[in-house]
């Protein structure tokens, strides 16, 4: 147990140093600037290119959103996230090695034995289709359901709502994409920071004001004129678990069967039934599952 809270503490430690590192020295590799960055872009692209007109620049919970960006991208990681990652991780090695075995022994391939580009496209379509069946599940399971809700709250979009969600989703999301990935080891920094920079910033195009779908390569990445779909209140009761739940990618929605884009969702309504009774601040929405078990 001391080994667990010891690594849980220099967690905590590491991350803080981490975090002061970002914000005060500049790199390629900055995830501080980079959200920065790719949020100014996408926000000049809304104000350029705006698919509803009518709707403010400075739209409905522009400001919560925008908190919850950077609450869920920085804070969450030094309050919750990294601690049980790490220490999530050291578990997972202490258990197999019980078993006489190490995630090392498991690995399926080392993708540093492959050419860059091939072992990059296939880091990042296992996470995309690792992340596709967990948000999928977040809205078939009833409990998990109750944390989505959080994002699903939203009734103007825009880039930033990107990255409204509950404190529990990541650690989900994380959990369940950390065997897959063990097979698969031997991604640096490098590789994760590409991945995640353009998984970034086709989520915040994704839930931008533009009325986008790429053309043809909608049949391969998300876009905001499917996306919008996703978070329609009033759904066919044929799905009404949800549709469109691609990430970065749209390909696996029309391989599996949950594509849905019946026609211009510019202006449907947005939400999800009941979300009139929701919290509308920070704090509510994130105690809301706690009291929400049998919604």
């Known amino acids: 147990m001391k080994k667990y809270l010891d690594l849980i503490a220099e967690s905590y430690s590491g991350y803080w140093n981490y975090l002061l590192d970002e914000i005060t020295r500049f790199h390629w590799e900055n995830y501080f600037y980079g959200l920065i960055l790719v949020s100014l872009i996408v926000w000049a692209l809304e104000i350029r290119f705006p698919w509803r007109k009518d709707q403010p ?3 409905k919970d522009f400001w919560l959103d925008t908190f919850y960006m950077f609450f869920n991208f920085f804070l969450l990681n030094l309050i919750v996230l990294i601690a049980l990652s790490n220490a999530a991780s050291q578990l997972f090695e202490d258990l197999l090695s019980l078993a006489g075995l190490s995630t090392f022994s498991l690995q399926l391939f080392d993708i540093d034995d492959l050419p860059l580009g091939l072992g990059l496209l296939i880091f990042f379509l296992v996470s995309d289709f ?3 069946n967990t948000h999928r599940l977040l809205h078939r399971v009833p ?3 109750n944390f989505h809700k959080v994002h699903h709250s939203v009734k103007q979009m825009g880039f930033a709502a990107h990255l409204r969600y509950h404190w529990m989703e990541p650690v989900i999301y994380k959990s369940l994409l950390y065997i897959p990935i063990a097979l698969i080891g031997g991604f640096d920094a490098r590789d994760v920071a590409i991945v995640h920079f353009s998984t ?3 989520g915040h195009l994704n839930h931008a004001n533009l009325g986008w779908d790429y053309g043809v390569l909608k049949y391969v990445f998300n876009n905001p004129k499917m996306h919008i779909w996703h978070h329609a209140k009033k759904l066919p009761a044929d799905v009404k678990y949800g ?3 691609g990430l970065t990618l749209s390909c ?3 391989l599996f069967g949950t594509d849905h884009i019946p026609y ?3 202006d449907i309504e947005l ?4 979300d009139e009774n929701f919290p509308e601040d920070f704090l509510h929405q994130e105690m809301y599952p706690l009291g929400s078990s049998k919604n």
Do not use: E, H, S
Not at 271 to 274: I, R, T
């Open 57 to 59: 620049i400075f739209r």
């Open 130 to 132: 690792v992340q596709w």
């Open 143 to 145: 409990w998990l359901w």
């Open 200 to 202: 970034l910033a086709v």
């Open 243 to 245: 549709v469109n739940f």
């Open 252 to 254: 696996w929605d029309y």
């Open 264 to 266: 211009d969702g510019r």
């Open 271 to 274: 939400g999800f039934p009941g």
